[in-house]
């Protein structure tokens, strides 16, 4: 028994040396070693032997099945070094083909610009207050100071319903007076909002003009709020929307519902103001019209003029957009051209 | 409105360069568009300011100058050349070769005294190119003309960039130029600049040249020089020869007649038209000539009435001017051919045989100045269409001899009137848009003397002795008493009352301190200025914008910070546009007006369609034939962009927030906001790993994950259901309606094939679209603001599956309800992993496979434990629902 141990130990040990895949090596593990392995059912046949020969068998049978171990160790640690080797040796891919592509989605470069817009303004106190797309003339137009067949009026092309005395509106400033009624308090609390919303001009659609655009405007109201506030603010607007070293300019202009009113130009985006086709070549760039709002105006809004004072201000977020992205036709916003708003 | 340098300089001197002049202009509320040069260069703009570069001819100062012409000598060899001798103010005359017509008359005619002044081009200098159409140059050189060596020229205008005419070489008179000597540099004789300066509706105080110059002299401190206004009348008084009789002083409240007679019909003076010209007016005859350089000057437009016709048509009495409102079913023919139905605030010009001129705006046919030769309608801004032109034409010949006798009308209007009759009788002319913006009764007189003077000067015509003056509603004088602390006040910084007294008078307002008051009195030449607290904002404006709006100081807000206050909508609805970018979704903002033929697709042919019918809000005056009415669905447009999208992009997964309009019974409609979803095409995007296989499309079940998903991310607080529902727009039996807490939300489902074809989005029937609609206000009415977090297991999980065998009908909603009920507190989670039907599945079941998670929060679960709790949901499911376990 003992002769046919050693030669299992002899075979066992040949093969070993043959053996060069993990597979195979686990193979001759089950069947030298394993419950069933050949060194196993020796070992546990050492019982059946006469009594003066078991101790010399055990332990001989327990060395060889040691021994049997440790090469097994020996040679798989082996097997496993050849096989990373070959692994880290033929395992290249090409790097440069394009990873799986992950589907994002996204938000409409109107909706990005508005929420700039609002993230700035709401750190300076100004709420967004929003009001109705289809307004009447009334609010549109005759309490913010432009009367009826008033030569202003030509300001803005606007589109009429068949509901006589509604209209949509042509700028978001009806909001003004809708927001001093809301929140004045009959003219006793100061307000700052900002009034975001969608309005509406009879114009010919181009690469320049849209029948159907965003507007936001700023309305604030209290008992000092100056020009130099006004000027200030937008400033400061001005610079966090388009960088800190932009410089502001204020110029006359006019809007019925403010008085002063002015334009404000910033700094071009696109040649930081040495002169570009954006600019036409000034080196500025129409932001927002601005102004103190009108006694006429804050008296139809609740509030004494003598007493209390505002300013407000209106800016185009499209307009925003194509300034600072370089967008050459408005039309892109409302088309809807995945092509174009998967760029945002 | 075009300003030219040189005419401004009439009345302001101007001490600083165009440039800088046009940024103070623009700064004050003046917006200089842009300059056009003539000869002279472009300077430097102000620090800090850029300027279009521009690309006009600049004369050299050498080689084009002022030449005098004093023998023209006939071209040995060609009858259509002469030879011009000209003083260049050299030591020689120059002998220079042309063939400019308007030197023929003198071709050896011998010395001409006075010269032909003329502008000369010596070798060198760069000119535009008379044969040229396209705007190029070129450099004279010298070159010999039929035979005689030439080389320098006698220039056309358009050889200068004066305009496009080049009849002939352009000749000065020399009773205007004869005083710069031969050789002055041309930029000194005929170098300009023009600004173009656009005005807003309440600056018509200073839509004419004074008015800029006014401007002017208050921003550069320099002193206004107002054109005189003496009238040489040495005719017979007009006293007797016309009346007025204005019946609508509201609409009319001053009306002012002149006569001249025996005026001779012809040209204007070479000044003139070239202002006319430079200031974008074409030159007519002396007589319209005059008018329309006065409207620019002061910007009182002015009417010359024939006054011969007149007086036939008064029957050789005194004429009768009348300004009346219309009879009912008047009818008035315009000069540009125009037959007006008239409305009954129209206020007329008449006489007693009926109608002249819609007041303030245009002049009748009948009663023009008559001149044979030339139309004066661009001269009036008037654009005549075709059939006009024609009416016209067909006039033309059987007008009347050349007007002898000019009666001149300057009035004042109503501007409110005049714009609003503008627009209902759709005209326009120069004199309109300046009424419609309003000109102070005041400048009737002005305009009236400062005219009939220059019709005298350069007709030769007599000016009758006097004039008419009926002014039956003055302008009431505006006082505004001005508190210099409400500068303050309004401004934020202070500006000294000295400084404040320095710019009103500037401007011409009357201004009498009282201590820490200003009393300040209008000046009759704007109307721009309220009274009262309004006047005192207009002033501060006035104020303001000469000191210099980039003098005003940056401050930061002190006034008290407003009550700061939820804004819920407007935070649920960024929540909900985040989450679905999130999912992967791209947002889409649409045109919100449409059609309802567009929205009537949603519906197919035939079938009653389920969306709520309301009215539309229906444009009066819609610009395109498919934007007509506000839209009642997001689904319409979206279905649009997909379609349009489809074209290049497979796979689209959209949505949109925004409102639609329903009219109920109130004037303004209601706008609830809505969400709207749509996709299509494959549900992953393509690979190369993949190659070219067939990929899943998306179908219902993607777009309830990603409904389902948002309800998660929103953490909607009510009861969520999802009921099977028939909607016209959706496949009958792939659609369902999205509920909170019973409440509907909106639907949502597969688009019926047919409503997606009609769209263009295909009838495929393995191309499905998916879309829902949903009040978006309704979806977040109900959130869980604060919501307790459970704290992650730390006892392991037990994992069972189950499958249970239930009849085709079962809603697979009620199975896992009933799963989850009998699972009690140790089962933690139930989801659904398949679905099957088919062998061994009797026919009529359906086999749903669930992987359960069984966990306790304290302990290990035991086996048995498990085995119970499974026992008890086949059970349940068994008895609720007549399941079996799946062998």
Same mark, same amino acid.
């Given at each position: 028994m003992l002769e046919q141990l050693e030669s299992t130990y002899t075979q066992a040990l040949a093969e070993l040396e043959t053996i060069t895949h993990s597979d195979a090596l686990h193979d001759w593990e089950r069947r030298?070693?394993?419950?069933?392995g050949a060194v196993t059912l020796a070992l546990r046949a050492?019982?059946?032997?006469?009594k003066d020969e078991r101790a010399a068998f055990g332990k001989r049978a327990n060395e060889i099945k040691n021994a049997l171990a440790d090469a097994f160790t020996g040679r798989e640690e082996m097997i496993r070094q050849h096989e990373l080797a070959q692994s880290l040796e033929?395992?290249?891919?090409?790097?440069?083909l394009p990873g799986r592509r992950v589907p994002t989605g996204g938000l409409h470069p109107a909706t990005q610009t508005l929420r700039r817009i609002y993230a700035i303004w709401a750190e300076m106190g100004f709420q967004v207050y929003r009001s109705r797309d289809v307004e009447d003339d009334d609010t549109n137009f005759t309490l913010l100071n432009?009367?009826?067949?008033?030569?202003?009026?030509?300001?803005w092309d606007t589109f009429h319903?068949?509901?006589?005395?509604?209209?949509?509106?042509?700028?978001?400033?009806p909001g003004q007076i809708r927001a001093m009624h809301d929140y004045g308090e009959n003219g006793t609390a100061p307000i700052r909002v900002i009034l975001p919303g969608m309005c509406y001009r009879y114009e010919q659609l181009s690469a320049r003009s849209e029948i159907q655009f965003n507007q936001v405007e700023g309305l604030a109201v209290g008992r000092h709020i100056h020009m130099t506030d006004l000027k200030g603010t937008i400033a400061e607007f001005a610079r966090r929307m388009f960088g800190a070293e932009k410089r502001v300019r204020f110029r006359g202009s006019y809007f019925?519902?403010?008085?002063?009113s002015i334009e404000v130009d910033v700094e071009c985006m696109i040649c930081g103001g040495d002169g570009c086709p954006v600019c036409k070549y000034t080196g500025w760039v129409e932001i927002a019209g601005a102004g103190m709002v009108h006694p006429v105006v804050l008296q139809n809004g609740g509030y004494d003029p003598t007493e209390w004072s505002g300013f407000a201000f209106g800016m185009g977020p499209e307009r925003m957009a194509m300034n600072v992205n370089g967008?050459?036709?408005?039309?892109?916003f409302w088309q809807n051209d995945l092509r174009f708003l998967e760029q945002f | 409105m075009k300003v030219p340098i040189s005419w401004l300089k009439d009345y302001v001197d101007i001490d600083i360069s165009i440039e800088e002049l046009a940024e103070r202009l623009t700064l004050a509320?003046?917006?200089?568009?842009g300059v056009e040069y003539f000869g002279i260069p472009q300077g430097e703009p102000p620090e800090g300011i850029n300027l279009p570069p521009s690309d006009h001819l600049v004369w050299d100062r050498d080689k084009i100058v002022l030449g005098a012409i004093r023998e023209v000598k006939a071209h040995p060899n060609a009858d259509r050349l002469v030879l011009a001798m000209v003083?260049?103010?050299?030591?020689a005359l120059e002998q220079c070769v042309t063939g400019?017509?308007?030197l023929f008359a003198y071709?050896?005619?011998? /010395? =001409?005294?006075p010269p032909l002044l003329s502008p000369f081009a010596h070798e060198g200098a760069e000119v535009?190119?008379?044969?040229?159409?396209?705007?190029s140059r070129m450099i004279l050189k010298e070159r010999a003309l039929r035979g005689i060596p030439n080389r320098s020229m006698v220039c056309s205008e358009k050889e200068l960039g004066l305009?496009?005419?080049?009849?002939g070489i352009l000749l000065l008179p020399w009773d205007e130029f004869g005083h710069f000597p031969p050789g002055t540099p041309f930029q000194d004789v005929l170098g300009d600049a023009v600004l173009d300066i656009d005005m807003l509706p309440n600056i018509a105080r200073a839509y004419n040249i004074v008015g800029v110059a006014r401007e002017v002299a208050a921003l550069t401190g320099q002193r206004l020089r107002l054109p005189p206004l003496d009238v040489v009348a040495e005719g017979a /008084? =007009?006293?007797?020869?016309v009346s007025l009789d204005i019946r609508e002083p509201e609409l009319n409240p001053r009306f002012t007649l002149a006569l001249i007679r025996d005026i001779e019909l012809k040209p204007s003076p070479g000044w003139m038209q070239r202002r006319l010209r430079l200031a974008g007016m074409r030159p007519i005859n002396n007589i319209v000539d005059a008018t329309n350089y006065v409207m620019l000057e002061l910007g009182q437009p002015l009417h010359a009435f024939d006054f011969d016709t007149l007086k036939e048509r008064a029957g050789g009495q005194p004429p009768v001017i009348i300004t009346r409102l219309p009879e009912p079913g008047e009818h008035l023919i315009t000069l540009d051919g125009e037959d007006h139905a008239l409305?009954?605030?129209?206020?007329l010009v008449a006489d007693t045989a009926g109608s002249l001129s819609i007041g303030g705006i245009m002049g009748g046919?009948?009663?023009?100045?008559?001149?044979?030769?030339?139309?004066?309608l661009d001269a009036m801004g008037v654009e005549l269409d075709e059939d006009a032109e024609r009416l016209l034409h067909g006039k033309a010949s059987a007008r009347r001899p050349a007007t002898r006798n000019v009666l001149l009308e300057a009035a004042a209007w109503n501007f409110i009137n005049i714009r609003r009759t503008m627009q209902s009788q759709k005209m326009s002319s120069e004199a309109g848009l300046r009424f419609s913006r309003g000109v102070h009764p005041a400048m009737a007189l002005r305009g009236l003397l400062r005219c009939i003077e220059l019709m005298r000067q350069t007709s030769g015509g007599v000016v009758a002795a006097g004039h008419i003056d009926e002014y039956p509603l003055p302008a009431p004088e505006v006082q505004v008493d001005l508190p210099v602390s409400e500068v303050d006040r309004l401004l934020g910084f202070h500006i000294p009352q000295d400084e404040i007294v320095r710019i009103l008078r500037a401007l011409e307002f009357d201004v009498v301190e009282e201590g820490d008051h200003v009393r300040v009195t209008v000046p009759d030449?704007?109307?721009?200025i309220g009274t009262g607290i309004t006047g005192q904002a207009d002033l501060v404006e006035e104020i303001a914008r000469i000191y210099g709006y980039d003098r005003i100081p940056d401050t930061v807000i002190g006034d008290t910070l407003p009550r700061q206050r939820a804004n819920t909508a407007l935070e649920r609805e960024e929540m909900v546009r985040d989450a679905l970018a999130r999912t992967g979704l791209r947002e889409i903002v649409a045109y919100r007006l449409t059609t309802p033929e567009r929205e009537a697709?949603?519906?197919?042919?035939g079938q009653p369609s389920s969306w709520p019918q309301s009215g539309y809000v229906t444009l009066?005056?819609?610009?395109?034939?498919?934007?007509?009415v506000m839209r009642h669905t997001l689904l319409a447009g979206m279905l649009d962009i997909a379609a349009a999208n489809a074209r290049h992009t497979d796979r689209q997964l959209l949505f949109e927030i925004g409102s639609v309009y329903w009219q109920t019974g109130q004037a303004l409609p209601e706008e609830p906001v809505h969400l709207g979803i749509l996709m299509t095409g494959p549900r992953e995007v393509p690979q190369w790993?993949?190659?070219?296989r067939a990929r899943a499309r998306m179908d219902f079940f993607d777009l309830k994950g990603v409904i389902e998903a948002l309800l998660r991310e929103l953490r909607v607080a009510g009861a969520v259901t999802f009921a099977p529902v028939e909607h016209s727009s959706f496949h009958p039996g792939r659609t369902a309606e999205l509920r909170i807490d019973g409440r509907a939300v909106g639907v949502f489902g597969e688009v019926h094939p047919l409503v997606r074809d009609a769209f263009g989005?295909?009838?495929?029937?393995?191309?499905p679209v998916v879309a829902a609609e949903f009040d978006l206000g309704a979806l977040v009415?109900?959130?869980?603001v604060l919501r307790d977090i459970e704290p992650v297991p730390t006892q392991p999980a037990v994992y069972q599956d189950i499958a249970l065998v239930v009849d085709e009908s079962v809603p697979a909603a009620d199975v896992l309800a009933a799963i989850l009920a009998a699972g009690g507190?140790?089962?933690?989670d139930a989801r659904l992993f398949d679905v099957y039907r088919g062998d061994p599945i009797p026919a009529g079941k359906k086999s749903l496979a669930y992987a359960l998670t069984y966990r306790a929060p304290d302990r290990t679960l035991e086996d048995k434990e498990v085995a119970k709790v499974h026992a008890r949901i086949v059970k349940a499911a068994s008895r609720r629902l007549g399941a079996t376990l799946r062998a």
């Open positions: 030298y070693l394993g419950k069933k050492t019982g059946q032997l006469p033929e395992g290249e891919i090409d790097v440069t432009i009367p009826p067949h008033h030569p202003a009026r030509d300001m319903t068949t509901t006589p005395g509604v209209i949509l509106r042509t700028h978001t400033s019925p519902f403010t008085e002063p967008i050459k036709d408005i039309r892109y | 509320g003046l917006e200089v568009t003083d260049y103010g050299g030591d400019a017509p308007n071709k050896d005619q011998g /010395p =001409i005294d535009y190119d008379g044969h040229a159409s396209d705007g305009s496009d005419e080049h009849e /008084p =007009i006293a007797g020869e409305d009954e605030y129209n206020i046919l009948e009663s023009e100045v008559n001149d044979p030769s030339v139309d004066m030449h704007r109307l721009d697709m949603l519906t197919p042919p009066a005056n819609p610009i395109s034939a498919d934007k007509t790993q993949d190659g070219r989005l295909g009838l495929d029937l393995e191309r009415a109900d959130l869980t507190d140790l089962l933690e």
